[in-house]
């Protein structure tokens, strides 16, 4: 079995994995995901040993576990007629950045539903919309500042 460990021990291990990671975890935390917004995440993709970004924008339907190490997000989008989602770990280091592109007012905490809607009842349903601009910096952007404030 596991050892069960206490309040102090998990605080340890919460510090030691926010030590290590290459995120900007306070970055993270403060870009408010929330269901109903439509989000642009850029992903790191290696292929034949060069990494390239892309980018998958869809409605997100579902925040899990709110901004805790393990967070994750689904965001939903429609492709070549086909519903395609993926779940994104809010801290994982293959995310470059998040860009909220617009924020919609719904009134349930998980939108499994618009699986189930048309596109024509899903426009009806996403009327309440609010153009946003919010992101998170790059990593690349994040090391030229870092470059230039050390110089």
Do not use: N
């Not at 980018?55 to 190490?69: N, S, T």
């Not at 989602?85 to 924020?103: A, G, K, N």
């Amino acid at each position: 079995m596991f050892p069960v460990l206490d309040c102090a021990a998990m605080s340890e291990v919460r510090q030691a994995t926010t030590a290590r990671t290459p995120v900007a975890i306070q970055e993270r935390k403060a870009i408010r995901i929330t269901p109903g917004d439509t989000v642009r995440v850029w992903q790191k993709i290696e292929e034949k040993g060069k990494t390239r970004l892309q980018a998958f924008e869809g409605l997100v339907i579902a925040v899990k576990h709110g901004k805790e190490l393990g967070g994750t997000f689904t965001v939903r989008r429609v492709s070549g007629g086909y519903g395609v989602e993926r779940i994104f770990p809010l801290f994982s280091p293959l995310i470059d950045r998040i860009e909220v592109l617009r924020r919609t007012k719904v009134r349930r905490a998980k939108l499994y539903f618009v699986r189930d809607k048309t596109s024509k009842a899903l426009r009806r349903l996403l009327r309440r919309t609010q153009m946003v601009s919010e992101s998170t910096v790059s990593e690349q952007q994040r090391t030229k500042e870092e470059k230039e404030a050390a110089e």
